[in-house]
């Protein structure tokens, strides 16, 4: 079985601060773990994605994540917020079980002010 | 990098009529489709997963009578809304998992309201 949580359920940042998005997962398998991006009405866009090779994954627009075993999380960090950011954060896992399926936390909502 | 279209993006209906929603990937080969719904301000749920050229595996509580999902071919999938009424208005997103390369790339949504 796998799960996420993810600890905030709204951050909100200035423009130029540091963002940390905080994510917790629980996993039966070596999982996979991603984050996506979802703009308002709008599809999943990828920003980063782990699969048991470096443990500091660099993604796109400036994010990364931190893969801890020991803490069983995967957060999401980016050092300077910019009023583009705002949007819904999602983080995901997937076991390597054999179905592919997604758990996806329940979101964190971003608000960048100005 | 991988695209998957979705059609439509956003589609009314009258009470009591069908809708197809479609879920093509244009560049790479879509072992395995999955469907969500997503209500507002919540997270993705999954309906159902489907393998190309097998039959949908439905989550429990998703009426598989209700929700058609077709994957005749490696490129395209298709949910059918059958018979739809109000309270089956939301946001339904297909991701396309490429086995080849560990990918899942989401299609862009379509917003269905029944009225």
């Known amino acids: 079985a796998q799960s996420v949580t993810q600890l905030d359920s709204h951050v909100s940042v200035s423009e130029g601060t540091p963002v940390l998005l905080r994510c917790n997962y629980s996993s039966s398998y070596s999982p996979s773990l991603f984050w996506y991006v979802q703009h308002p009405n709008k599809g999943l866009q990828l920003l980063l994605k782990y699969t048991s090779a470096a443990t500091l994954v660099k993604g796109i627009n400036g994010f990364e994540a931190e893969f801890k075993k020991s803490e069983t999380s995967f957060h999401l960090t980016k050092p300077s917020a910019h009023m583009s950011d705002a949007a819904e954060y999602f983080c995901v896992v997937s076991d390597s079980g054999g179905d592919y399926k997604l758990s996806f936390g329940a979101g964190t909502t971003v608000t960048v002010r100005a | 990098g991988a695209v998957v279209s979705q059609h439509p993006s956003w589609v009314i209906c009258k009470s009591g009529t069908s809708v197809k929603i479609e879920c093509r990937s244009l560049?790479?080969?879509?072992?395995?489709m999955f469907w969500y719904r997503q209500f507002p301000k919540q997270s993705l749920m999954l309906m159902a997963t489907s393998n190309e050229g097998s039959k949908a595996t439905y989550e429990q509580g998703v009426e598989k009578d209700k929700f058609l999902i077709n994957h005749a071919s490696l490129t395209l999938s298709t949910l059918t809304v059958t018979s739809a009424h109000p309270e089956d208005s939301s946001f339904y997103i297909c991701s396309a998992h490429d086995r080849g390369t560990y990918g899942y790339t989401f299609g862009s949504g379509t917003r269905l309201t029944v009225v």
């Open positions: 560049d790479f080969q879509a072992t395995t």
